[in-house]
């Protein structure tokens, strides 16, 4: 399928790199990120302002603010590198959208909503009790911790290789020769820059900053991906239909169906099953997720934060999809602009690298900057909400239970605080990641490092929910024995590899599924052996309870 070349197309196209100009766009985007923060800084008065926004945000800003957020440079870059290196498979995740909408939409939202919680934890208190409520707190703190700080060192690994030809040279220059950086020590100033630019910004204007610029956030990296695929269909005279043919037939076979074998990477129901439990499991135990849902004024608006979410997720996954099989297309015709020593862009040590490399050396100026802008955005969009919704969990889970008596202004002015040690301390996980396999590609490091952990989690609220007979014995022994199962599947082969065995894994699209089922499973079996729970810790706690109307105690 042929696609017309426009005739403007030649002086568009005329020149490729970094320049100066890319470095003011991108310039220019921190700086309105820091003014938005500043200019919502003076309207935080109360902690309730700086973590839901007094819960009166608007819906549409929120949905978008939750896909900017949920997406993250573990998904951008990802997945257009995971296309390249294992074909279109990741895309059939969206057979499963409908379940995880409807189970989101009409379940979690309306059950949780009426609940009017700040933390989600809070809910687990009232179900199981203070012990289950510091597993999951503890669970989710490792989870965002780890998620933050891979967004980190994936944005920082992309930024760094698109800027070191060009911004080391200029800083020596500037300073007249006294700083001499190599490409290491670049990486290093990379990752600095970007935890502590999202780090103030959070600080200063709370979760209302974290929802605007998200805003703002999305819409760059929405049309640096556009600008991606247009500029290749423009270069190569081709379109969706040549690339969707080739990375079909060509370049790599489609997955079976399914396998008896969980050690087969993809199937269609690995990834289908992935997805679906992915999103049921963050929609009812992720505070990133729910606080979103926080932030507006009733079920019905967050009902449309939930719509708003899934559509701009499947538009963004089918255009990363695009982005991934342009980019293959791309580049097996035009090997000879690989980086030298790279024969084949499937390469699993470059795959993840090829989207970095286009940008910087396949666009012209001023669209680099853009695009480069868009892979800080979609990492400050992740960085803020995490930041703010883990801020959110330690001040409401333990510093406000261990202080009853502290006020409100002194609570804000923790919080804020607070928001620039978790900064801190991700900037140094993000350190930490450069010591990962360069062969696992961003796909793999995003689920063994944490959705090993989200089954098990997800699966604590669900049988909160949906297992009236659950008691807290049952709930503490079943996520905990969860979690171990997930962490063992998770990080088996990559510490076999380390000394030297080579140890086969469960497919990585299957530790969500695996962890969650032996999870629910677990505590339905022994639920029926311990101790039932109280009958008020049931009471408007349960979706059966919720149904029938009743209402907790401390919602009356």
Same mark, same amino acid.
């Given at each position: 399928?042929?696609?017309?070349?426009?005739?403007?197309?030649?002086?568009?196209?005329?020149?490729?790199?970094?320049?100066?100009?890319?470095?003011? #766009?991108?310039?220019?985007?921190?700086?309105?990120?820091?003014?938005?923060?500043?200019?919502?800084?003076?309207?935080?008065?109360? $902690?309730?302002?700086?973590?839901?926004?007094?819960?009166?945000?608007?819906?549409?800003?929120?949905?978008?603010?939750?896909?900017?957020?949920?997406?993250?440079?573990?998904?951008?870059?990802?997945?257009?590198?995971?296309?390249?290196?294992?074909?279109?498979?990741?895309?059939?995740?969206?057979?499963?959208?409908?379940?995880?909408?409807?189970?989101?939409? +009409?379940?979690?939202?309306?059950?949780?909503?009426?609940?009017?919680?700040?933390?989600?934890?809070?809910?687990?208190?009232?179900?199981?009790?203070?012990?289950?409520?510091?597993?999951? /707190?503890?669970?989710?703190?490792?989870m965002r911790f780890v998620w933050?700080?891979?967004?980190?060192?994936?944005? %920082?690994?992309?930024?760094?290789?698109?800027?070191?030809?060009?911004?080391?040279?200029?800083?020596?220059?500037? $300073?007249?020769?006294?700083?001499?950086?190599?490409?290491?020590?670049?990486?290093?100033?990379?990752?600095?820059?970007?935890?502590?630019i999202s780090t103030v910004y959070?600080?200063?204007?709370?979760?209302?900053?974290?929802?605007?610029?998200?805003?703002?956030?999305? #819409?760059?990296?929405?049309?640096?991906?556009?600008?991606?695929?247009?500029?290749?269909?423009?270069?190569?005279?081709?379109?969706?239909?040549?690339?969707?043919?080739?990375?079909?037939?060509?370049?790599?076979?489609?997955?079976?169906? @399914?396998?008896?074998?969980?050690?087969?990477?993809t199937t269609v129901l690995w990834?289908?099953?992935?997805?679906?439990?992915?999103?049921?499991?963050?929609?009812?135990?992720?505070?990133?997720?729910?606080?979103?849902?926080?932030?507006?004024?009733?079920?019905? @608006?967050?009902?449309?934060?939930?719509?708003?979410?899934?559509?701009?997720?499947?538009?963004?996954?089918?255009?990363?999809?695009?982005?991934?099989?342009?980019?293959?297309?791309?580049?097996?015709?035009?090997?000879?602009?690989?980086?030298?020593?790279?024969?084949?862009?499937?390469?699993?040590?470059?795959?993840?690298?090829?989207?970095?490399?286009? =940008?910087?050396?396949?666009?012209?100026?001023?669209?680099?900057?853009?695009?480069?802008?868009?892979?800080?955005?979609?990492?400050?969009?992740?960085?803020? $909400?995490?930041?703010?919704?883990?801020?959110?969990?330690?001040?409401?889970?333990?510093?406000?239970?261990?202080?009853?008596?502290?006020?409100?202004?002194?609570?804000?002015?923790?919080?804020?605080?607070?928001?620039?040690?978790?900064?801190?301390?991700?900037?140094?996980?993000?350190?930490?990641?450069?010591? +990962?396999?360069?062969?696992?590609? =961003?796909?793999?490091?995003?689920?063994?490092?944490?959705?090993?952990?989200?089954?098990?989690?997800?699966?604590?609220?669900?049988?909160?929910?949906?297992?009236?007979?659950?008691?807290?014995?049952?709930?503490?022994?079943?996520?905990?024995?969860?979690?171990? @199962?997930?962490?063992?599947?998770?990080?088996?082969?990559?510490?076999?590899?380390?000394?030297?065995?080579?140890?086969?894994?469960?497919?990585?699209?299957?530790?969500?599924? /695996? %962890?969650? @089922?032996?999870?629910?499973?677990?505590?339905?079996?022994?639920?029926?052996?311990?101790?039932?729970?109280?009958?008020?810790?049931?009471?408007?706690?349960?979706?059966?309870?919720?149904?029938?109307?009743?209402?907790?105690?401390?919602?009356?």
């Open positions: 399928m042929a696609f017309e070349l426009p005739s403007l197309t030649l002086f568009i196209l005329a020149q490729t790199g970094m320049h100066t100009f890319d470095y003011v #766009i991108i310039g220019v985007y921190m700086m309105i990120m820091l003014g938005i923060g500043g200019y919502l800084a003076r309207q935080q008065t109360t $902690s309730e302002e700086f973590f839901v926004g007094s819960r009166h945000l608007p819906w549409w800003a929120v949905g978008i603010s939750m896909i900017a957020t949920l997406m993250s440079t573990l998904s951008y870059l990802g997945a257009p590198g995971e296309i390249i290196q294992h074909g279109l498979s990741i895309t059939l995740a969206l057979i499963g959208v409908p379940i995880s909408y409807f189970v989101v939409a +009409y379940i979690w939202v309306p059950f949780f909503m009426q609940l009017r919680l700040t933390s989600a934890y809070e809910y687990l208190d009232m179900r199981f009790g203070g012990a289950t409520r510091w597993v999951a /707190v503890g669970s989710y703190l490792y933050m700080g891979a967004i980190i060192f994936t944005a %920082s690994m992309a930024l760094a290789l698109m800027t070191q030809s060009t911004a080391p040279a200029a800083l020596a220059t500037l $300073s007249g020769g006294l700083i001499q950086i190599d490409e290491k020590a670049w990486l290093y100033i990379v990752i600095i820059a970007t935890g502590v959070t600080a200063l204007g709370g979760i209302k900053a974290v929802i605007w610029t998200d805003v703002m956030q999305f #819409i760059c990296l929405f049309i640096g991906a556009v600008f991606t695929v247009v500029i290749i269909a423009m270069r190569t005279d081709s379109g969706p239909v040549d690339w969707i043919t080739d990375i079909t037939s060509a370049s790599h076979a489609f997955p079976p169906i @399914a396998s008896w074998n969980l050690a087969e990477r990834v289908v099953l992935g997805g679906v439990i992915w999103h049921i499991c963050t929609h009812c135990s992720d505070q990133v997720a729910l606080q979103r849902y926080f932030t507006t004024e009733s079920a019905a @608006a967050a009902r449309k934060v939930a719509g708003m979410n899934y559509f701009l997720d499947t538009v963004m996954q089918l255009l990363l999809g695009l982005v991934g099989a342009a980019l293959l297309y791309y580049f097996i015709r035009h090997t000879n602009e690989l980086p030298p020593g790279v024969t084949d862009p499937r390469d699993p040590y470059f795959a993840d690298k090829i989207f970095p490399h286009f =940008i910087v050396h396949g666009l012209p100026i001023g669209v680099t900057g853009l695009i480069i802008a868009a892979i800080f955005a979609v990492a400050q969009s992740s960085l803020d $909400s995490g930041i703010n919704s883990t801020t959110t969990v330690i001040v409401v889970n333990i510093i406000r239970g261990r202080n009853p008596g502290m006020s409100d202004h002194t609570e804000l002015r923790v919080a804020q605080g607070l928001t620039l040690v978790i900064g801190f301390l991700i900037t140094v996980i993000g350190v930490l990641f450069t010591m +990962y396999p360069d062969n696992k590609n =961003i796909i793999d490091l995003q689920m063994k490092s944490f959705n090993c952990v989200l089954g098990p989690l997800g699966a604590l609220f669900m049988m909160g929910i949906l297992l009236p007979h659950v008691g807290r014995q049952t709930a503490l022994i079943s996520v905990l024995l969860g979690i171990s @199962a997930g962490l063992a599947m998770g990080y088996t082969d990559v510490i076999a590899e380390h000394y030297g065995m080579k140890v086969s894994s469960i497919s990585p699209f299957m530790l969500g599924p /695996v %962890s969650w @089922a032996f999870t629910m499973i677990t505590a339905a079996f022994i639920g029926g052996l311990l101790p039932g729970p109280r009958p008020e810790q049931v009471r408007g706690l349960t979706y059966q309870s919720v149904r029938r109307g009743e209402k907790h105690e401390a919602l009356r």
